[in-house]
């Protein structure tokens, strides 16, 4: 469908969100706890946060929890009878206040879990997910979404985007149908805002390195040490693909009371010793630079070679909680450096 | 600082030396020399907090030989840790301590580091201070509401456990899996059951370094629990962990006149 750009005034926003509210929808948005920003879930337009560049986790524990239930088995002698998720019972949600960067990250989620087969649990999630997102204004040094194809005005994967304007009214872009049924809940809330430019009230976000060719600067960088070189202060604690809006490694456990139990799905990270390790003892990943590697080599030459899209948004979190200040977008300038190769 | 790097660098007395770096917007990062050339890049000032003994253990450092740590009293007190638990040995690192007038001390043995910290008086930050003396004056219940509160956020990523100079055991309980002790899952239950174990296995091992609370990327300020514990074993057996060798293990030791009143 076509974008149709509308002005969403801001007391009309907080109406609309009331009306979503009184229709019993569940909604989540970034609310402030402490030093935190948060997803929660939220019963009223106050407890959202205004001020802020990013929340500290992404939003892609709304399509892939951090825990989920995959089925429950039962085991009676020698028969073991699986119990199916009923996926009816996952619930419709709206996301509000999603940045650009983190909705844009459920394009490489969907391409991951899409493969085949498709996990339809991540689909239904998906499907039955609204965002309702925020452009950015304001950004940080850590930000470098425009480097990689993105931006503060991105509009995909968000469902409606939101630019706030220099009075407060929003512009809004209403992307997708189920944008469009959001602004159907409340028509008389939006006005046309055709022609509206929503450019100047977007943030800065220079270039911090040239993605052409990336793929096979990645490639030619495999053998040489720079991934050793960068990684000798990772202590391999996985904080940042546990940030990371498009990190989808996972761990799968049972757990069993009796007879009875249930396969659940937790997040992991290819950056953990454990990752790898084999029963044997045997580690293919013997070194936190090898791991490393693998991060950078998967997000940016293994993802687009093979689902042609890339594993990484460019939203920062990862080098802003690094304990020891690994950064990113630093690490690939190296790499892309011709000189280094 | 980078003098005497360069020097013990070229004289052969260590292979590297580990210290900070300027980082990223203005942060300082964890930084390792190999050479004297690489030695120019040393910075110590004060935003130098983080602990740089867990870099000691490390597979990917210690392959280099012989280090040299530029320590902050935090990384002076892990080293006594490491040592009392037989870690570090006399002879495996040299320490370089710079105070806070940035006089430096060259310590070459563990010896040299307890003189040093024998003078000093480890303290906590005034906000974990003021955090502590607010979850003692909480009522049990309370107490438990702010924590499970708290981890509602913990992912189970156990960044806390990386950052940790204690936390070296080459496999934690928690990833013991015949049986398992503590649910893999971030789950309420998990969490709590993944921190309690890890709060007891610091007790009295802890340094009160607070790089846990640090390194946790949704800010649970999770250094409470083992510094809290810490405190609690000084109290009863007058041990400060992380400052000689004479210490002991206050938890893992048994003597008659203990107090066991909190058994059966
Ligand atoms: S957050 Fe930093 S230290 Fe931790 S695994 Fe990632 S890169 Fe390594
Ligand atoms: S790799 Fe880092 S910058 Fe890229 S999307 Fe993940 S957290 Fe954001
Ligand atoms: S404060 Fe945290 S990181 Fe420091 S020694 Fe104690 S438990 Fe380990
Ligand atoms: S670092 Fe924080 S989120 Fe990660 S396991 Fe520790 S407390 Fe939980």
Redesign the interface.
């Known amino acids: 469908m076509n974008t149709q750009i509308k002005i969403l005034k801001s007391a009309n926003y907080i109406k609309l969100l009331q009306k979503l509210f009184d229709h019993k929808k569940n909604i989540y948005g970034p609310v402030r706890q ?3 920003i ?1 997803y929660q879930k939220i019963n009223s337009a106050n407890e959202l946060a205004t001020d802020f560049i990013i929340p ?2 992404s939003a892609k524990s709304f399509v892939f929890p ?2 989920e239930k995959l089925f429950s088995f039962t085991k009676d002698k020698e028969n073991v009878e699986i119990q199916n998720l009923n996926l009816d019972n996952i619930p419709e949600k709206i996301i509000v206040g999603i940045r650009p960067c983190d909705a844009l990250g459920m394009k490489s989620l969907k391409a991951i879990f899409g493969r085949d087969p498709a996990d339809s649990i991540f689909q239904t999630r998906l499907e039955r997910t609204t965002f309702i997102g925020y452009a950015c204004n304001q950004a ?3 930000c470098f979404c425009t480097s990689i194809n993105g931006g503060p005005g991105n509009t995909e994967g968000s469902d409606i985007l939101l630019t706030k304007t220099d009075s407060g009214d929003y512009i809004a872009e209403i992307i997708t149908p189920k944008g469009e049924s959001i602004v159907a809940s409340a028509p008389e809330l939006f006005e046309d805002g055709s022609g509206l430019d929503k450019q100047k009230y977007l943030a800065d976000v220079p270039k911090r390195f040239d993605d052409s060719n990336l793929e096979n600067k990645m490639k030619a960088a495999f053998d040489t040490n720079v991934f ?1 070189e960068y ?3 990772c ?5 940042c ?3 990371c809006p498009t990190c989808a490694c996972f ?1 799968i ?1 049972d ?1 069993t009371k009796g007879s009875k139990g249930e396969r ?1 799905r ?2 992991d ?1 290819c950056g ?1 010793k ?1 990752f790898t390790l084999h029963t044997s003892g045997h580690n293919p990943r013997e ?3 090898v791991r490393w590697r693998q991060r950078l080599m998967h997000k940016f030459s293994y993802m687009p070679e093979r689902l042609e899209v890339r594993g990484c948004v460019g939203c920062g979190r990862c ?1 802003r ?1 690094c ?3 690994m ?1 990113i977008a ?1 690490s690939i300038n190296i790499i892309t450096d011709e000189n280094i190769i | 600082m980078i003098e005497t790097a360069k020097k013990l660098l070229k004289n052969g007395d260590v292979n590297i030396v580990i210290g900070y770096s300027e980082g990223s917007q203005g942060r300082v990062r964890p930084f390792f020399a190999r050479n004297e050339e690489e030695a120019e890049n040393l910075v110590y000032d004060n935003r130098c907090t983080q602990n740089l003994a867990m870099y000691v253990s490390k597979k990917e450092i210690s392959k280099y030989g012989k280090p040299a740590i530029v320590a902050n009293i935090h990384t002076l007190r892990g080293i006594i840790r490491l040592a009392v638990e037989n870690q570090i040995k006399d002879g495996d690192l040299i320490a370089l301590h710079i105070n806070d007038k940035d006089e430096m001390t060259v310590c070459s043995t563990l010896e040299e580091i307890e003189t040093h910290l024998a003078t000093v008086t480890p303290q906590i930050s005034d906000e974990d201070k003021v955090m502590i003396e607010k979850l003692d004056a909480m009522s049990l219940t309370e107490r438990r509401n702010f924590w499970e509160k708290e981890m509602e956020n913990c992912i189970k990523c156990y960044a806390c456990r990386q950052a940790c100079p204690l936390c070296y055991c080459t496999q934690c309980t928690v990833e013991v899996n015949q049986p398992q002790w503590i649910p893999v899952e971030a789950s309420i239950d998990g969490n709590l059951e993944w921190h309690i174990m890890r709060a007891m296995h610091l007790s009295g091992r802890c340094i009160s370094c607070g790089q846990c609370g640090d390194a946790c990327p949704v800010g649970i300020p999770i250094h409470l629990l083992p510094m809290k514990l810490s405190q609690e074993v000084k109290n009863i057996y007058g041990s400060i962990s992380g400052m000689n060798r004479s210490e002991g293990c206050a938890m893992a030791t048994y003597q008659p006149g203990d107090k066991e009143n909190f058994i059966g």
């Not at chain 1, 202590?235 to 904080?239: E, L, P, R, V």
Request: charged content about 30%; glycine content about 10%; hydrophobic content about 35%.
């Open positions: 402490g030093k935190r948060g500290d986790m951090c825990i940080d040094d850590y050793d990684a000798i202060r202590i391999g604690c996985a904080a693909a546990y940030v761990d456990q757990r659940i937790t997040w990270s953990l454990l070194t936190q630079g080098s909680r304990p020891v200040d950064n630093e």
